[in-house]
């Protein structure tokens, strides 16, 4: 197994599903959880099948015994996944006030408990590599967020061509699939063009989504003889 695998696949974060949050002078890169368990679930498969939580509890700490307004919830986990068959897992965590101090008194922070298990279940996929380059700092660089961007533009205006043309062209997910397939059977670069072009008679950017389905049946079928 690729030990790179996933990571290569999610590392990078679409800069529309994410906001830029300061408190005071703290500020970071907040990324959009539902975006975040779409992406699990296009790599992984369905929650509760490719991936999931278990063995989840909620526990309140006391801070100061005399003001309850201190007190934090802690949320613990396992994450579990599959890969190939195998499943993995790992433990995650978190913390949350319930309270926030305004300038209007204090107040009681909304879906505590929610809000602690979005955040445990986000870090811990940041473990896998899930938006990694948010976590390793990537997007403090306006210039990373615009390769991204361009790259995004880039592929609408692929999909945008093929349409007009009356074509269906491969989806992201797709790509992705074939990507992963080519690697792991030795195929990058222009070798993996010449062997499109040879065997399949089009080319990356042609590639319509039903020759993407011939394609990885190809080279399903490549890695099986490869095993064999």
């Known amino acids: 197994m690729d030990n790179m695998l996933i990571w290569n696949q999610v590392e990078q974060t679409d800069p529309d599903m994410t906001d830029k949050v300061a408190f005071g002078a703290f500020k970071f890169t907040s ?7 779409k ?3 296009e790599v992984l498969g369905p929650c509760g099948l490719g991936w999931g939580i278990r063995n989840q509890n909620f526990e309140m700490l006391t801070v100061d015994p005399a003001d309850p307004h201190y007190n934090l919830m802690l949320y613990t986990a396992q ?12 433990d995650i965590a978190a913390d949350i006030e319930l309270f926030e101090n305004t300038k209007n008194g204090w107040k009681r922070v909304s879906d505590p408990m929610k809000k602690v298990r979005t955040d445990a279940l986000t870090k811990g996929l940041s473990w896998l590599g899930f938006s990694a380059d948010v976590f390793m700092g990537r997007f403090d660089d306006q210039k990373y967020i615009q390769k991204l961007q361009q790259e995004k533009r880039a592929e609408q205006m692929r999909l945008e061509r093929g349409r007009r043309e009356g074509l269906e062209l491969a989806s992201s997910a797709q790509q992705e699939n074939i990507q992963k397939l080519a690697g792991q059977a030795g195929l990058a670069g222009a070798d993996f063009a010449s062997w499109l072009r040879e065997t399949h008679h089009t080319s990356w950017s042609r590639l319509t989504a039903s020759a993407a389905e011939k394609v990885i049946a190809s080279l399903q079928d490549l890695l099986g003889k490869s095993a064999a």
Do not use: C, F
């Not at 990324?31 to 368990?37: E, L, N, P, V």
């Not at 994450?79 to 790992?90: A, F, N």
């Open 31 to 37: 990324i959009d959880a539902m975006y975040q368990i």
């Open 39 to 41: 992406r699990t679930t």
């Open 79 to 90: 994450l579990w996944y599959k890969i190939d068959g195998q499943e993995g897992s790992l």
